[in-house]
């Protein structure tokens, strides 16, 4: 892993290509919201520096690779993000039971973002801020 550019996007250096990745099934908090570093931070001390295994799913709209990232130690990067409170399952595009069972079980431990009184997905946080940015646009 050479780069993070947040909780759930990463660079990964492969036959010395460079390789975006997006990890499946989850959303992180944006850079600016609540979580957002803690996410960041939380994916860096699991996997930069360190060898990983990408199991590539797909591909999306940008080009990134949508896979899952698989630790030195055999766990499974979107999953631990999940179980530490510092992503949501991410169900438009994955509909696993495993995922929804994580995220249950860390918003009933009240961990991460869930200790939070009223947390924004990531996805309204981001129409928020398209919406305001098209205000400011217009006048």
Request: aromatic share 8%; glycine share 6%.
């Amino acid at each position: 892993m050479i780069k993070i550019a947040d909780g759930d996007t990463m660079t990964v250096l492969s036959e010395n290509q460079q390789i975006r990745v997006r990890l499946h099934g989850i959303d992180c908090p944006e850079k600016k919201q609540d979580f957002g570093t803690k996410a960041k931070l939380f994916s860096s001390q699991l996997a930069f520096g360190k060898t990983v295994t990408v199991q590539v799913l797909n591909k999306d709209r940008y080009g990134r690779a949508i896979g899952l990232v698989i630790l030195p130690d055999g766990k499974i990067l979107n999953r631990e993000l999940l179980k530490a409170g510092l992503a949501w399952h991410y169900r438009k595009f994955d509909k696993s039971a495993d995922f929804a069972t994580l995220e249950l079980y860390a918003k009933r431990s009240r961990v991460g973002i869930w200790s939070m009184k009223n947390a924004i997905a990531p996805w309204e946080f981001r129409k928020s801020k398209d919406s305001r940015r098209l205000i400011l646009q217009r006048k």
